[in-house]
DNA sequence: ATTAGGG
DNA sequence: CCCTAAT
């Protein structure tokens, strides 16, 4: 059963770390005799496996070094080559390194181990699945054969075979943790099941992915894979449905039109695969999914059989074995058979954007592309989430993005790798204890300190004369903390800036920041801060920001020449439109904070006008039409 | 390392 | 505020 994790290391082909690292053939992956095939599954609180959520395998996928370990997945399921890279996953801690210094089990050992932890701390495991057995579950056969079903070890978060002796204890406090944050997840209502199938109907003839918007991308996702997802990612959208589609892993990221089933490339290349090779594949899978009326994906009920059914899995599956079923790769149809070389980038931004539209009734411009990309838009038609049975199942969704139950730690909102890093601290911070729990605990710390701080800032806001409360504003809540006493508000700002010049990392890093490396916590801007900005602006003139900040910003460490860049737009923003809506509305908005003073925005009207007679001056247009947003920003900082 | 711009 | 590209 190996339930755990990378409990099979070994079979994990160790790559050496060639010297030449990187250049050499990047796009190349290495092909091991043996690939791995793992199902990512999350851990119930109540035991039960879950399929992870295609975000949850985002972030795996974002954990592997592309060059030291390929992973392709599909949906729930994923394969893994090579090994994890080791400065990857250890990055100078060495404690488990030397812990397991076993001479051949070596890295792998290691490495799977922190991957384990890395996985955890997404809230995901990985289940070795052989792929017969996946592909049964898939086609849910087992719903119709019982018991005779497979028994998938059930990762009752047993210990890794490999951290034996040493770790027993803590590994269970890990694992209770860990058991922990699934529930919580779980009670986000996010884990479901859909009973949708795949229609391929939907998604026949020429479809420009590339012009679809994130609506549409899900709808044909649907389509294609027959349940929903939650993922926001265009880019990761297009290629999981090109992949599928064209029943190939080589998609490429920049082009997603696909015709007949074949990926249409800007080159025009034909390519290897014809299209009656992608349509027996669609064949396939169609067959594969009428078989059973259920969803590729394990219901809950299986799963929750797989789990209770302790003991190992037996008798061999049966076959159903793809005629396609190469020698050197494990895969099924739906987890197509190519290495893909996962995107780089993740524009994740837009997505919360269409979303939040979405959210407020008005998705105005989801069909807007028009009817170049036929198909899809005419089959918006809900649908059930029913069982066979009838039974009604749950939707999966996770937990994460939606409007369910915020996960604390997991932030994907923005920077798309960033976990990267954070696993990196955080493992190396507690490299030998439960680095999951700790992270959970962490994170939550983060929250609830971010929180207390908020409010301790109001408060203060409300008791001091704008002026000096202003500072302490400045300072931020970090002084707060340190009981800085109200009275001494000068010296206090002082103290504060003094600070803050050593520490690089104030507030901004919060205690725990490690857990999440949060972005930077939003500074409001204070009138003192505007007017030095500006001051600047008018003695150096817009650009020298890099002067103005070393100047007039030397003690704000976290005002870097950017965010005076940014500020000064802003501000430039806010004074064309002052001048274009008549003033006069200064109480037409219901702001928390009090707007810029008018006569610093006419300050900066004015240099602005003086500096573009100087300089070429871009598009005044762009800077007041686009966004009131970004005013919005701006004046709701200092109060 | 800085800037300019777009998101 | 973040991210990139260009410098």
Redesign the pocket.
């Known amino acids: 059963m190996e339930p755990l994790a990378l409990a099979e290391a070994e079979q994990l082909v160790e790559r050496p770390l060639d010297a030449n690292n990187g250049s050499a053939a990047p796009s190349s992956p290495k092909h091991i005799a043996n690939p791995v095939v793992y199902q990512l599954v999350r851990v119930e609180g109540d035991g039960r496996l879950v399929p992870a959520t295609d975000d949850e395998v985002m972030e795996v996928e974002d954990m592997v070094d592309d060059d030291k370990c390929q992973i392709s997945s599909v949906a729930d399921t994923v394969q893994i080559e090579g090994s994890i890279s080791n400065e990857e996953l250890s990055h100078g801690s060495s404690d488990l390194k030397d812990s397991e210094g076993g001479p051949q089990s070596g890295n792998s050992k290691v490495n799977s181990q922190k991957f384990n932890a890395r996985l955890e701390y997404i809230g995901v495991m990985l289940e070795k699945v052989k792929k017969e057995e996946r592909l049964r579950l898939s086609v849910g056969e087992r719903r119709h054969k019982g018991e005779n079903s497979s028994q998938k070890a059930v990762p009752q978060l047993s210990p890794p075979a490999n951290d034996s002796s040493t770790n027993q204890s803590e590994t269970s406090g890990k694992c209770l943790k860990f058991s922990d944050r699934a529930a919580i997840a779980k009670s986000s209502s996010s884990v479901t099941f859909i009973s949708s199938k795949p229609d391929f109907s939907k998604i026949k003839g020429e479809i420009c992915l590339d012009n679809l918007s994130i609506k549409e991308l899900h709808e044909t996702f649907r389509a294609t894979f027959g349940r929903e997802t939650t993922v926001k990612d265009k880019l990761w959208l297009k290629r999981r449905i090109a992949m599928a589609l064209t029943n190939s892993c080589d998609v490429p990221t920049t082009s997603f039109t696909i015709i007949n089933n074949t990926l249409v490339k800007n080159v025009s290349e034909e390519e290897e695969c014809g299209m009656q090779q992608s349509e027996e594949a669609i064949k396939v899978d169609e067959k594969i999914n009428s078989s059973c009326e259920d969803s590729p994906i394990i219901s809950l009920d299986d799963q929750h059989r797989d789990v209770s059914s302790s003991g190992k899995r037996e008798r061999e599956p049966e076959e159903h074995e793809l005629k396609n079923e190469s020698p050197h790769t494990e895969i099924t149809e739906q987890t197509a058979a190519k290495r893909v070389r996962k995107p780089?980038?993740r524009?994740i931004?837009?997505l919360s954007?269409t979303d939040t539209r979405e959210l407020n009734g008005r998705s105005v411009l989801a069909v807007k592309t028009g009817g170049h990309c036929q198909s899809l838009r005419s089959h918006d038609q809900p649908f059930q989430n029913i069982g066979l049975d009838g039974t009604t199942v749950v939707t999966r969704e996770d937990s994460f993005g939606g409007s369910g139950v915020q996960v604390p730690f997991v932030s994907r909102v923005?920077?798309?790798?960033?976990p990267r890093k954070n696993f990196v601290s955080l493992l190396n911070c507690h490299p030998s204890g439960s680095v999951a729990a700790e992270l959970i605990t962490k994170a939550l710390e983060v929250c609830v300190s971010q929180q207390e701080s908020e409010n301790v800032e109001i408060a203060v806001k409300d008791t001091l004369p704008s002026e000096q409360h202003e500072q302490l504003v400045n300072s931020e809540t970090e002084e707060m903390v340190n009981s800085c006493s109200r009275q001494q508000l000068q010296s206090a700002e002082l103290k504060n800036l003094g600070s803050r010049g050593n520490d690089s990392d104030d507030v901004?890093m919060e205690p725990s920041a490690k857990g999440a490396e949060?972005?930077?916590?939003?500074?409001a801007?204070s009138l003192s801060e505007v007017t030095k900005l500006v001051e600047g602006v008018s003695r150096y003139g817009?650009?020298?920001?890099?002067?103005?900040?070393?100047v007039a910003f030397a003690p704000y460490s976290?005002?870097?020449?950017?965010?005076?860049?940014?500020?000064w737009?802003?501000l430039l923003r806010a004074s064309f439109a002052l001048t274009l809506a008549d003033k006069g509305d200064k109480n037409l908005r219901k702001q928390a904070v009090a707007p810029i003073p008018t006569p610093i925005l006419l300050r900066v009207r004015e240099l602005a006008e003086k500096h573009s007679q100087t300089?070429?001056?871009?598009?005044i247009s762009?800077?007041v039409s686009?966004?009131a947003r970004?005013v919005e920003?701006d004046r709701s900082g200092y109060l």
């Not at 300089?615 to 598009?619: E, F, L, V």
């Open positions: 780089t980038r524009y931004e837009e954007e923005r920077g798309g790798r960033r901004t949060r972005r930077k916590h939003h500074r801007w817009a650009g020298k920001w890099s002067e103005i900040k070393r976290y005002r870097t020449s950017v965010d005076l860049k940014d500020k737009r802003n300089t070429p001056h871009p598009s762009k800077l686009p966004s970004t920003d």
